[in-house]
């Protein structure tokens, strides 16, 4: 495989995206991140695999289980790219969930005809690190998925 | 994204152009679950013009897969592409689904 030619390293990207809770508007956020990630000269397996479905993976557990598509509440990104990594912020207004509660090995052969229970699976696959923050001081519901994936 | 569907002989053939993702799958579940309906037994999907497929796009297949195997029938996958193999390998679907490299191989294996 081709080296990725080396991005400018003094260029730093910040993307902030808000959306309402509706997965119509997924593919349009992954769009812009990849663009962000592929001006940064991140590889064409990080760019269609690993970013595109780390984020939707992220987007839908936000929309479908934090917010529960409540058409009042609001799904916000945060992306930050530079030269070494890419680093996403995913933040909704739901219930609040123990991240490390979920463990469910997809590919146990038990696991493997469920339509269900991949999502978490990928992300953690793909990302070369997962993890949840409640969100800020002052409230009771929120949770930030933070993920992390180095430059290849 | 869209989902166009032919048949080939006896084999009804649909085309995943796009994402296959949380947003369209319902789509792809019910023109195949139509075509079943109608008595049709041997489905190939094509993923030649597919980009990225997440986690609810895969649970369609798998489910897809099961129905068609509970009617008689049999449902194969073609022309992934090197992230899309990647994608069937980590989550291990690749030992569920008979894969072809491309379509012809595909409809000839039926």
Do not use: W
Not at chain 1, 14 to 23: M, T
Not at chain 1, 126 to 145: A, H, I, K
Not at chain 2, 70 to 76: C, M, N, S
């Amino acid at each position: 495989m081709a080296a990725s030619p080396q991005p400018d390293a003094g260029l730093r990207v910040s993307l902030e995206v808000e959306i309402p809770s509706d997965v119509a508007y997924i593919e349009r956020v992954v769009d812009l991140v990849r663009h962000s990630c592929s001006e940064l000269s991140f590889n064409s397996h990080q760019l269609a695999l690993n970013v595109p479905v780390a984020l939707s993976e992220a987007l839908s557990n936000a929309i479908l289980r934090g917010n529960q598509e409540d058409p009042e509440k609001r799904v916000r990104v945060c992306a930050k790219v530079d030269a070494r990594r890419l680093v996403l912020e995913i933040a909704d207004e739901g219930v609040r969930f123990d991240i490390d509660a979920n463990t469910r090995d997809a590919t146990d052969p038990d696991n493997l005809e469920r339509e269900d229970g991949r999502g978490l699976f990928l992300m953690r696959a793909l990302m070369d690190q997962v993890e949840r923050f409640d969100t800020g001081p002052g409230t009771t519901q929120g949770n930030v998925v933070r993920l992390t994936l180095t430059r290849a | 994204m869209s989902f166009s569907i032919k048949k080939e002989g006896e084999i009804v053939v649909v085309d995943v152009e796009g994402q296959l993702i949380v947003g369209n799958r319902q789509e792809l579940k019910q023109k195949v679950l139509d075509e079943l309906e109608r008595g049709e037994k041997k489905f190939l999907i094509d993923f030649a013009q597919t980009g990225y497929i997440d986690s609810s796009g895969l649970g369609v297949l798998v489910s897809l897969s099961k129905k068609i195997r509970e009617q008689g029938g049999e449902l194969r996958l073609a022309n992934l592409n090197d992230d899309l193999k990647t994608l069937f390998e980590l989550t291990k679907l690749d030992t569920l689904f008979q894969i072809s490299d491309t379509r012809d191989r595909a409809l000839s294996s039926f």
